[in-house]
């Protein structure tokens, strides 16, 4: 079995054109997801074999996609004007990549929307923030 180092994996937000350009969002640290899941559907009756309670599948969600960044404000993938700031406030549905860094680039390519930034600013560290996208419809890996 072949094992990679996380290093250089990269997310990449779609600029929405025909063509469409993928763009790597600038200071990522830690990344997570996307969390896929799948509901549950209870169909247990009073005929189940020896009272055992039976499932069906329901409805699939691709999660969010969770990550870290150095925050620079002024930044063009962070900041107010066009980056994931612009985006939230807007509620901009996008294209995005999620680039591993393992020989055949595996990619889970999906849509979503920003649902959270949070800054941080501590005294004795560096400007950070956690964002927070939710996966719209089926993420793709490829």
Do not use: C
Request: aromatic share 10%; net charge negative.
């Amino acid at each position: 079995m072949t094992s990679y180092a996380a290093f250089g994996t990269l997310l990449k937000a779609g600029d929405g054109a025909g063509s469409e350009t993928f763009t790597t969002i600038a200071q990522v640290q830690t990344i997570g997801g996307p969390s896929l899941s799948q509901d549950a559907i209870d169909v247990t009756h009073h005929s189940s074999t020896n009272g055992w309670r039976e499932f069906v599948a329901g409805l699939r969600d691709g999660g969010e996609v969770t990550f870290d960044i150095q925050y620079d404000p002024a930044g063009a993938t962070h900041d107010a004007g066009t980056g994931i700031i612009n985006d939230l406030e807007n509620g901009t549905l996008r294209n995005f990549q999620l680039v591993f860094p393992d020989t055949g680039s595996t990619t889970w390519s999906f849509s979503g929307i920003y649902t959270a930034f949070e800054p941080s600013a501590p005294v004795d560290d560096k400007l950070s923030a956690s964002v927070s996208i939710k996966v719209s419809g089926q993420p793709t890996l490829a």
